[in-house]
């Protein structure tokens, strides 16, 4: 199995877990900056974050997430006697990733502290959107607060609605079509005009003209 079916499978599970829909990247809160087609960081997150006091600012969610260090921080401010940073490598090897991910496992196991196993690889990996659901719940785990989520229509879906309207509109136009050209074959044939029948007049026609005009018809 390839690393891009594992990223695509790690990011399918983010998207269950969270139920997050993907909105379109705002670059210019407090100085945050991600890179596009990524979910924008709730500015309320944001600004917990930089209130912890951090060594590194948070620039790049998905970047500054990856190796653990950032969020071994976070959890320092709240528990300054057992998370010690000194224990923790601010590098980018995956051997460093891993050793900082295992240890704040093990102490969320300990603390019994939800870490959600999906975020935590998502994050590793580089998911897009990983390392802000990561901090959005670990926003709400500290805090006790809900990060304030808005309702993002489903593209899919509207999409799917739109081509559905589509073929049903032409589906119509061309059941139309078939009923008005079986019309005029039934009249040309059969002098039909719907539920119309025409019938040819047994009279004379210039008889019936000249009582008509002389005022004498009957």
Not at 113 to 142: K, R
Not at 198 to 203: M, P
Request: glycine share 8%.
């Amino acid at each position: 199995m390839t690393n891009r079916t594992l990223t695509n499978q790690t990011a399918t599970s983010l998207a269950s877990t969270t139920g997050r829909k993907q909105r379109p990247e705002d670059t210019t809160v407090f100085g945050y900056e991600s890179p596009p087609d990524t979910p924008a960081l709730h500015r309320d997150v944001l600004k917990w974050v930089q209130g912890l006091d951090l060594s590194q600012s948070l620039r790049n969610c998905r970047r500054d997430v990856a190796n653990g260090f950032l969020v071994a921080e976070i959890f320092s401010r709240y528990f300054p006697s057992d998370i010690q940073m000194h224990s923790f490598a601010n590098a980018t090897s995956s051997h460093f990733k891993r050793d900082n991910w295992s240890q704040i496992k093990t102490f969320c196991t300990k603390q019994a502290i939800n870490l959600p196993s999906d975020l935590v690889e998502g994050a590793i990996q580089g998911v897009h959107g990983a390392g802000i659901a990561l901090l959005e719940h670990l926003y709400e785990v500290f805090t006790g607060k809900k990060v304030p989520r808005l309702k993002v229509p489903d593209a899919a879906a509207a999409a799917a609605a739109a081509a559905a309207a589509r073929a049903a509109a032409g589906g119509g136009g061309v059941q139309d079509g078939a009923r008005l050209i079986s019309s005029t074959a039934k009249a040309s044939q059969n002098l039909e005009f719907g539920q119309v029948t025409t019938q040819q007049l047994a009279v004379d026609a210039m008889g019936l003209r000249r009582r008509l005009a002389g005022g004498t018809a009957s």
